[in-house]
């Protein structure tokens, strides 16, 4: 079945940068959609950033300029390279991916912390 693995989180000074990786058991061309998702402590998930399967990306407006999705298709990868972080930014964030079918998977998360 497929899955995702989320990896590159952790504490990070304001103003410091962090790359999230997402690993897919599968071939990334496979999923109609992918995307970066956040979700602090009692609030809803929302959305980061999603990458197409043509390459087409999209922001949130508290992410843009500072964040950038991109992808690696022979690594099965999509990355989400974060700069300028703010404490606002901390989140536990996922990788999602939506299959042409309709439906979604979801990495287990990872935690980012951004704090002095």
């Known amino acids: 079945q497929v899955q995702l693995v989320e990896s590159g989180g952790g504490l990070v000074q304001p103003g410091g940068s962090l790359r999230l990786s997402c690993a897919a058991s599968?071939?990334?061309?496979?999923?109609?959609?992918m995307g970066w998702y956040r979700q602090a402590p009692g609030k809803q998930r929302e959305l980061v950033a999603t990458?197409?399967?043509?390459?087409?990306?999209n922001y949130a407006d508290s992410v843009k300029g500072r964040f950038t999705i991109s992808r690696d298709n022979a690594k099965k990868t999509v990355y989400l390279q974060m700069n300028s972080l703010k404490p606002e930014d901390t989140a536990v964030y996922y990788c999602?991916?939506?299959?042409?079918?309709?439906?979604?998977?979801w990495g287990q998360g990872t935690q980012v912390t951004v704090s002095s």
């Open positions: 599968r071939n990334i061309f496979s999923f109609y959609v």
């Open positions: 990458i197409s399967s043509g390459g087409g990306t």
């Open positions: 999602n991916g939506g299959m042409w079918s309709g439906t979604n998977y």
